[in-house]
């Protein structure tokens, strides 16, 4: 029996189906998820960290299939986000207007509450929802977003629609987990808390997943590109896919790199194949 070592330095038993739904999500064969499992396997150890246990993951994918090594660490990538959150709130509006809402980034004039005006980080609209929505960004993947974030925005929502605004929701959108007190909260306040493995099968993964907007973190980009990026509108792999060359020549890309770097994206998104 070997036990995996947490972040939090929890101690879990070592699951091998976790590894192969992780795997097999990221676009793997079920014979390279065995593979991956065999070769864990064999050079796991007692105690060993996560941080260790996903690296040796990810470097045997990398040597089989690149894209897929990429798509696998999906959670670091969006970690990989900033300066201070700005990149992550813009790509929270765009990966939102793909799943049809209306979506406007930091509104200005801000929004006035009956106290005091507010500062809200994307503005969402669907089919007569009106939500205001807090996207909370850890550059450490571990970090848990406390109950302290719940509690301003509550605040912010009671606010507003005292001003008579009529805002329908309040959501929080982190890359990392809720605290127990968060969630708590949350639920009897009725906050939609949108986390990583938050809610189970509804977590922001999947949302990334599903849509194959993957973060522009995964083409390895230097962050003044992913800046002149997001400043023309292209937060995402899908985006960067349909932007005209002249669009991307002028954020500061080569013609080769261009060409390069959307061959790697169709790769991302279509799994390899075209």
């Known amino acids: 029996m070997v036990y995996i070592t947490k972040y939090d ?3 879990e038993e070592f699951d091998p189906e976790k590894v192969r739904n992780s795997c097999l999500r990221s676009g793997a064969s079920k014979e390279l998820a065995n593979e991956i499992i065999e070769y864990v396997t064999k050079r796991i ?3 060993i960290s996560t941080k260790i246990l996903m690296k040796l993951v990810y470097d045997r994918l990398n040597r089989e ?3 897929i090594a990429r798509r696998y660490r999906l959670k670091e990538a969006i970690a990989d986000l900033g300066p201070e959150g700005y990149e992550f709130e813009w790509y929270i509006a765009h990966l939102l207007r793909i799943s049809g809402y209306k979506t406007i980034h ?21 089919a007569g929802e009106r939500a205001i929505i807090e996207c ?5 993947s571990h970090t848990y977003t406390g109950l302290e974030v719940p509690l301003i925005q509550w605040a912010r929502f009671e606010d507003i629609n005292n001003n008579g605004l009529k805002v329908t929701s309040a959501w929080i959108i982190t890359n990392t987990k809720f605290s127990d007190y968060a969630i708590r909260y949350s639920k009897g306040k009725g906050i939609k808390l949108i986390g990583w493995n938050y809610p189970f099968g509804g977590g922001l993964e999947r949302l990334i997943e599903s849509s194959r907007a993957y973060p522009l973190t995964l ?3 230097p962050r003044f590109l992913r800046t002149n990026l997001v400043e023309r509108e292209i937060t995402n792999i899908q985006e960067f896919l349909k932007a005209d060359p002249r669009t991307l020549g002028d954020a500061g890309l080569s013609n080769e790199k261009i060409i390069e770097l959307k061959a790697l994206s169709n790769k991302l998104i ?3 194949n075209h």
């Not at 004039?109 to 994307?122: A, F, N, R, S």
């Open 219 to 221: 083409l390895s980009l």
């Open 65 to 67: 299939e690149a894209h």
């Open 106 to 126: 930091s509104p200005e004039p801000k929004i006035q509450g009956k106290l005091v005006d507010h500062e809200i980080d994307v503005f969402a609209e669907k």
């Open 136 to 140: 909370k960004h850890h550059f450490q």
């Open 270 to 272: 279509n799994n390899g």
């Open 45 to 47: 150890y007692n105690g």
């Open 9 to 11: 330095g929890r101690r």
